[in-house]
């Protein structure tokens, strides 16, 4: 079993939709969980951050966390053709240059259709 | 802020020549980078961590004599794949560690490059 599962999709949704993304995760030790939105041919791109469990909002994004659970979501409201990209989230157990080793979901593909 | 650059872009070289990818953080210190290498459709894969001044640490698998990574100072990793041949065809990416959280980005996280294309024919 792999420490962190996220479905590849491919997602198609219409502009203005609300996206749902999810991961879990089988280390319970995972304090640190991110969201990444990564273009085609480009580096990824840090968009949420959270710490343990709860919500974070950002703009038209929210991120949950329940650790309980071992799952990880991340919200898109009003969906926009520009939010189209793979999104990939990430976990580790610490922060820090040594101790802060990302552990990766395979990402999932996002496609906003006008 | 926090910006992470990568040097070149794309490259394309014969089997059994070596390429060296630079990786800079370009308004920040990083004492540690990471190396990635990503497959088409797939996540990305942790091959080695660079410390500044020391050696890298190289996960496990990850051939280390084929794979040379030197972190000569706080803003500049360079990844060398030597001998290249035509499965190392990948995309490599770095990220630098904005431990001081400096340049407007959040301390303690992994700020990544654009990525290199490498195509080995």
């Known amino acids: 079993q792999k420490e962190v599962e996220q479905d590849p999709g491919p997602l198609s949704v219409p502009e203005g939709a609300i996206v749902s993304l999810n991961c879990t995760y089988s280390?319970?030790?995972?304090?640190?969980f991110m969201w990444y939105r990564q273009y085609s041919r480009k580096g990824p791109e840090l968009l949420m951050y959270?710490?343990?469990?709860g919500n974070k909002e950002d703009g038209r994004f929210t991120a949950q966390v329940d650790k309980s659970s071992k799952y990880i979501s991340l919200f898109i409201r009003d969906s926009q053709p520009s939010d189209s990209a793979t999104y990939l989230c990430?976990?580790?157990?610490?922060?820090?240059?040594?101790?802060?080793?990302?552990?990766f979901g395979r990402g999932t593909q996002l496609t906003v259709w006008p | 802020g926090a910006v992470v650059s990568q040097h070149p872009s794309r490259v394309i070289c014969k089997s059994g020549t070596s390429v060296k990818i630079e990786c800079r953080s370009l308004?920040?210190?990083?004492?540690?980078m990471f190396w990635y290498r990503q497959f088409p459709k797939q996540s990305l894969m942790l091959m080695a961590t660079?410390?500044?001044?020391?050696?890298?640490?190289?996960e496990q698998g990850v051939e280390k004599d084929k794979f040379l990574i030197n972190h000569a100072s706080l803003t500049l990793s360079t990844l060398t794949v030597t001998s290249a041949h035509p499965e190392d065809s990948s995309f490599y990416i770095c990220?630098?560690?904005?431990?001081?959280?400096?340049?407007?980005?959040?301390?303690?996280?992994?700020?990544f490059g654009p990525g290199t294309r490498l195509t080995v024919l």
């Open positions: 990220s630098a560690d904005n431990a001081d959280g400096l340049a407007g980005g959040l301390p303690d996280t992994q700020y």
């Open positions: 280390n319970s030790a995972f304090q640190y």
């Open positions: 959270t710490y343990s469990s």
């Open positions: 990430a976990m580790s157990v610490d922060r820090g240059s040594t101790l802060g080793r990302l552990y």
């Open positions: 308004d920040f210190q990083a004492t540690t």
């Open positions: 660079s410390n500044e001044g020391s050696k890298a640490t190289y």
